[in-house]
């Protein structure tokens, strides 16, 4: 509980490389996860080659800890190796569906997660980068992965250059419910964003942006409707490359 209850996002790392086999064991505890029918819908793309990272770059959005991380990681959905193994034991299925996409997202998550408490555990520092859905097809093409294999998200791991300030959270009574779902009054909203809008870095943010509040700064300036449909778009066109269906 410490370790998670400590979790700090790093960015910045070391020149100081991570032993294959310190790799191979945090990979090992991220298999470890719990998974959809113990069928593990995922894989784990390994990068530590300089001239790959700096391929990988630009479309995470050239963000420093991909090209200055010892290690890089892209964790896939992966439903090709499941069809390849039932086409030579001589049973097909189709998991080309909304359904199960869902399903490897969540073994995806639980992979990852696992990994990066074990990274932490481990005295090493981990970002999640999740500027992969964003430019999922380029990534793809650089990462050769077949039809069937979705790149959903990236994690730098390294050793940490600094300990940043932990990143505010929400307070429990805000996303815990108890027996059922309670929706939110306004003044529920106003107290449990209170924190969060009241720290320096939020009153920085809407002061350079020339907005009137954080939530404006969220949606006019960092993620905004017409960024989300544009790439919404290009994601959606290549998972019906794929072969996925979302007829109803």
Known sequence: MELLLNHRTVRQYLEKDIDVSLLNSILESGIRASNTGN???YSIIV?????????????HFNQSMVREAPVVLTICYDINRFYKWCDINGTQTDFNNLLWLLTGCIDVSLVSQNICVAAENSGLGICYLGTVLYNAPEISNILNLPKGVIPLTTISIGYPAQLPDQVDRLPLSSVVHYENYK?????NISIGYS???GLLSSKQFIAENKKENLAQVFTEV?????DSRYFSQKLCKMLVEQGFSFEV
Do not use: H, I, V
């Open 195 to 197: 924190g969060k809008e």
């Open 183 to 187: 929706d939110y009054s306004s003044e």
């Open 39 to 41: 069928m593990q819908l």
């Open 222 to 226: 960092r993620y905004k409707a017409e």
């Open 47 to 59: 990068t530590r080659d300089e001239e790959n990272k700096n391929l990988l770059a630009p479309f």
